[in-house]
Nanobody, 120 residues
Framework: QVQLVESGGGLVQVGGSLRLSCVAS????????MGWYRQAPGKQRELVAD???????NYADSVKGRFTISRDNAKNTVYLQMNSLKPEDTAVYYC??????????????WGQGTQVTVSS
């Protein structure tokens, strides 16, 4: 079993910054893609950014140039540096990880979410 625990959310003013962290623990041989998603009230969960084990990144258009995703494979941790925050970035942010078992079969795991609120 694998657990993902996010941290770093909070309340910030427009233009401010936050750094989210997500640590994976449990029976882990390796982790493929790790990513951040968000869900605002009344909206569907959407991809914010993800990163492969080799470091290739992908961003939603709405956060390009403002957010940076990174990971530390030795610590099974993924980060999301969020700068120039806007009110529309307000959402619950979830971490997702693609974790293969010893047989090579992958399963997706989700964290419990961390609230990010950007006030104007």
């Amino acid at each position: 079993q694998v657990q993902l625990v996010e941290s770093g959310g909070g309340l910030v003013q427009v233009g401010g910054s936050l750094r989210l962290s997500c640590v994976a623990s449990g029976t882990i041989f390796s982790i493929n893609t790790m990513g951040w998603y968000r869900q605002a009230p009344g909206k569907q969960r959407e991809l914010v950014a993800d990163i492969t084990s080799g470091g290739r990144t992908n961003y939603a258009d709405s956060v390009k140039g403002r957010f940076t995703i990174s990971r530390d494979n030795a610590k099974n941790t993924v980060y999301l540096q969020m700068n120039s925050l806007k009110p529309e970035d307000t959402a619950v942010y979830y971490c997702k990880a693609d974790v293969p078992n010893r047989y090579g079969t992958s399963r997706f795991y989700w964290g419990q979410g961390t609230q990010v609120t950007v006030s104007s």
